[in-house]
Each structure stands twice: as structure tokens, then as C-alpha cells.
């Protein structure tokens, strides 16, 4: 059974820093390609970053420059550093997993910047 178990979220003001970690369990993680969603309330899910089985990594436009994600094989986790943040990153965030089609998703955690 896959399990990804999200933390790090938090009320932080703008353009302070988190640092989110999703550890897994349940999967190959060198295999999987990993990513981080949001989504805002009244707004659909959008994809903030991803990391392939292989570290190519990429960013959605309103990130770039200010967040980047990271793979540890060692611990099986992924992390996510974002820094400069807006009130605009305001979000659950949910770390995602997926290897040939099959998706798996994190309960997700709360980021709030204040303004």
C-alpha cells in the first residue's frame, strides 16, 4: 500500500520560507516520479512541481525561481523549498506520486501567507 504523508506547512509571511517533506512508504521510490500539487479554495488542483525517476525537475510559471523540489532516494522522500513566498501560494499542498499511470496522492498540508 502506497502511503505519502505530507509536512512542513504553516502560517508564514510574505516572503518568508517553508520547506515541505513528503516521506513515502510503500513504494520503489527511485521509480516513482514525485511531485507537489496546490490547490486554493475555489480553485482547481495545479501542478507546483515534479521530479522524474531520473531528478529532471519542473516548475509551474508562477513558481519558477522561487520554489524548488528535491528527491532523497536514501530517505525515500521529497521535498519542497519555497521561499519569497506570496499571498497568492496560499494552499493545501499534496504530494503526489506516479509510476506507469498509476497515481497516488498525500492527505496534504496547509500553507497560509500572511500579507
Known amino acids: 500500500q502506497v502511503q505519502l504523508v505530507e509536512s512542513g506547512g504553516g502560517l508564514v509571511q510574505t516572503g518568508g520560507s517553508l520547506r515541505l517533506s513528503c516521506t513515502t512508504a510503500?513504494?520503489?521510490?527511485?521509480?516513482?516520479?514525485m511531485g507537489w500539487y496546490r490547490q486554493a479554495p475555489g480553485k482547481q488542483r495545479e501542478l507546483v512541481a515534479s521530479?522524474?525517476?531520473?531528478?529532471?525537475?519542473s516548475y509551474g510559471d508562477s513558481v519558477k525561481g522561487r520554489f524548488t523540489i528535491s528527491g532523497d532516494n536514501a530517505k525515500s522522500a521529497v521535498y519542497l523549498q519555497m521561499d519569497s513566498l506570496e499571498p497568492e501560494d496560499t494552499a493545501v499542498y499534496y504530494c503526489?506520486?506516479?509510476?506507469?499511470?498509476?497515481?497516488?496522492w498525500g492527505q496534504g498540508t496547509q500553507v497560509t501567507v500572511s500579507s
Open positions: 521530479i522524474t525517476n531520473y531528478g529532471r525537475t
Open positions: 510503500g513504494i520503489i521510490f527511485r521509480t516513482y516520479n
Open positions: 503526489h506520486a506516479e509510476k506507469f499511470g498509476r497515481l497516488s
